[in-house]
């Protein structure tokens, strides 16, 4: 079975151009989030999706969008790009939204530089 | 969320018994214990969760004080595909946004052949 799946894997960028991510989760999962993880630290939350609409969002500037589709893949999109959003975009699948019997399932991440 | 303390690194040798600690001092009753792993390269894999009982899977054992302020997470033979960072995650699934695991910055796991 096809696990998460994210690209494109890694891309390049320069200030000020805009950047769409994409995800598609393992077959039968809901819920869609994504991640911001810094070189050298964890990963940072940005959005969760469960069944197309927002179900959470982090401490982003609205530079940051994200939508998920009927087939519950999603795309995370960044506008006005800053050299600061340089960082690898993970995405995370799981059946539903709540986690004390579940488990969220990660993707490789989409390694984004920013020039 | 409440936060968890993990020490910054430790190293173990092939074979042996890793115990990785994680503080949570401030953890509330309803919030669930969760670790992930990240190995080099990779995106985070789940390893093992609990609330108050100590829990056993394939992968790892969580063993749970009783006052529930710490836990540890316990691989019984470190190989060298366990090296990775390892995070404690604390989850409190009563609000919205389930989902929002705060990572902190783990505890990178060094295994020394």
């Known amino acids: 079975d096809a696990g998460v799946t994210q690209s494109p894997t890694h891309l390049i960028k320069t200030r000020g151009q805009q950047v769409t991510l994409r995800c598609s989760p393992i077959s039968g999962h809901k819920s869609v989030s994504w991640y911001q993880q810094v070189l050298g630290q964890g990963p940072q939350f940005i959005f969760q999706?469960?069944?197309?609409?927002?179900?959470g969002r982090g401490n982003f500037p609205d530079r940051f969008s994200a939508r998920q589709f009927p087939n519950y893949s999603s795309e995370l999109n960044v506008n006005a790009l800053l050299l600061g959003d340089s960082a690898l975009y993970l995405c995370?699948?799981?059946?539903?939204?709540?986690?004390?019997?579940?488990?969220?399932?990660f993707g490789e991440g989409s390694r984004l530089t920013v020039l | 969320d409440a936060k968890t303390t993990q020490p910054n690194s430790m190293e173990s040798n092939e074979e042996e018994p890793v115990h990785l600690p994680c503080n949570h001092s401030?953890?509330?009753?309803?919030?669930?214990i969760h670790w992930y792993r990240q190995l080099p390269s990779q995106g985070p894999e789940y390893v093992i969760h609990g609330l108050t009982s100590n829990v056993n899977n394939r992968m790892a054992s969580l063993a749970i004080a009783e006052d529930r302020k710490s836990s540890t997470l316990i691989l019984h033979r470190a190989t060298l595909r366990d090296a990775a960072v390892y995070y404690c995650i604390l989850r409190d699934t009563r609000g919205t946004g389930a989902n929002n695991l705060f990572f902190g910055t783990g505890t990178r796991l060094t295994v020394i052949p």
């Open positions: 999706y469960y069944e197309k609409e927002e179900r």
């Open positions: 401030t953890i509330s009753g309803t919030d669930y």
């Open positions: 995370a699948s799981s059946l539903g939204i709540v986690l004390n019997t579940g488990e969220l399932f």
